[in-house]
């Protein structure tokens, strides 16, 4: 039996708690839920590591492309650029030269994140608690969240982004004073003009608030659901029971975490194509 079994035995409860602890520069004040002062080492360093590799990846296909004798990894790209090329064509007919490339980025780098919750629960946290053993760290407390995803940080991170293109396409499409009056008018008329504030404030911030939320809560459902399967392996008698359901949920998790990249891709897309309508179609 693994030391990590061991831990997880003795003390369920902990074990889940350290695997879902971020490697941080501080913690959390008591009852606080923003502290701008606590940086995530962990969720930095995959979705750094995550994003150099995608970026490297284009950059070699890119150089090497070949019309007459495609290579594997260009036929998966061609693929995958004529599928965004495809929603993009459907739901904004009308978008810029930015919109592509940025829908393409959204999408493979939420994958490429959401993928991270595939690896085995405890490979990576053994692996760098091994690593910090070796300069005399106790590894029962260093952490490492593999999951960017999984964190509140990166989703609304990443819808916030989205809500800052948002606010930029109305004001290019609309002016200052449209996308004004989209609030002071918006949807009730002249004559509710605080109600209407209100309510297109609230239609407005719903947009980055269910993206960055509906990101979190099914990658963060799904890596809970790993641990309580590896919570499984108290003896050998448990392990094909693990085994079979591990992977039966990785074989899930597989359209959950591309079905999650798909939806925040193609809510983008919709949402500056909304932005990018005049005052009057609107």
């Known amino acids: 039996m693994s030391e990590s079994n061991a831990t997880a035995i003795s003390d369920p409860v902990g074990y889940i708690n350290h695997h879902l602890t971020n490697m941080s520069s501080g913690t959390l004040g008591e009852g606080s839920v923003i502290d701008f002062s606590v940086f995530h080492i962990d969720v930095f360093l995959v979705s750094l590591l995550l994003a150099l590799g ?10 090497s492309l070949d019309a007459d004798k495609p290579t ?24 810029d030269k930015w919109v592509g490339p940025l829908a393409l980025t959204i999408f493979s780098w ?13 490979l990576v946290p053994s692996l760098v608690g ?5 300069f005399g760290a106790d590894p029962h407390h260093v952490y490492f969240k593999v999951v960017p995803t999984t964190n509140l940080d990166t989703t609304f991170a990443l819808a916030l982004l989205v809500f800052g ?14 996308y ?12 509710l003009i605080p109600v209407n504030i209100i309510m297109t404030l609230i239609e407005e911030i719903a947009k980055p608030v269910s993206l960055g939320l509906r990101l979190f809560g099914n990658m963060f459902a799904g890596e ?10 108290f ?5 094909p029971a693990q085994i079979a359901l591990g992977t039966l949920w990785a074989i899930f998790h597989i359209l959950v975490i591309t079905l999650q990249a798909f939806i925040f891709m193609l809510l983008t897309i919709v949402y500056l194509g909304l932005a990018s309508q005049s005052a009057d179609e609107h």
Request: without cysteine.
């Open 54 to 63: 995608l970026g490297y990846l284009g950059w070699k296909v890119g150089k």
């Open 72 to 95: 594997g990894a260009q036929n998966v790209l061609e693929m995958l650029v004529e599928f965004v090329n495809q929603q993009i064509k459907d739901i904004f007919p009308t978008a």
């Open 110 to 122: 939420v994958f490429l994140m959401n993928a991270m919750d595939l690896l085995p629960v405890d």
């Open 130 to 134: 091994g690593i910090a053993s070796l």
């Open 165 to 178: 293109l948002i606010v930029f396409y109305n004001i290019k499409h609309k002016g200052v004073w449209g």
């Open 180 to 191: 004004t009056k989209m609030f002071l008018f918006h949807p009730f008329g002249k004559f």
């Open 224 to 233: 809970l659901l790993f641990l309580l399967i590896a919570l499984l392996a």
């Open 235 to 239: 003896s050998v008698w448990t392990m």
